[in-house]
């Protein structure tokens, strides 16, 4: 499975999208502050993620989503969930 993902930062008032096939590494990863921009937004919060069965399928939507490049869009599907914080 692979999934892709809304993180929301707080701290800088940032989302950040991504797509992976371990959600929680990846947001532990995120918090750990691995790179650059993960590090200035800590703690990063999980807002929203789609499941999918193929990388390219997960990868493709990531892209499609930044493409927009609209965080009112982001915001819209963040809300569609019903919760701030889905379950995997």
Same mark, same amino acid.
């Given at each position: 499975?692979?999934?892709? &993902?809304?993180? &929301?930062?707080?701290?800088?008032?940032?989302?950040?999208?991504?797509?992976?096939?371990?959600?929680?590494?990846?947001?532990?990863?995120?918090?750990?502050?691995?790179?650059?921009?993960?590090?200035?937004?800590?703690?990063?919060?999980?807002? &929203?993620?789609?499941?999918?069965?193929?990388?390219?399928?997960?990868?493709?939507?990531?892209?499609?989503?930044?493409?927009?490049?609209?965080?009112? &869009?982001?915001?819209?599907?963040?809300?569609?969930?019903?919760?701030?914080?889905?379950?995997?």
């Amino acid at each position: 499975m692979y999934y892709t &993902y809304i993180l &929301y930062s707080r701290i800088i008032d940032k989302y950040y999208v991504g797509s992976t096939n371990d959600l929680e590494r990846r947001l532990a990863d995120h918090n750990r502050g691995k790179d650059k921009f993960s590090r200035q937004g800590k703690p990063w919060q999980l807002m &929203y993620f789609e499941k999918y069965e193929t990388r390219a399928e997960a990868f493709s939507r990531e892209r499609a989503i930044k493409k927009k490049k609209s965080r009112v &869009y982001i915001e819209k599907l963040i809300c569609s969930t019903g919760s701030e914080h889905p379950d995997l």
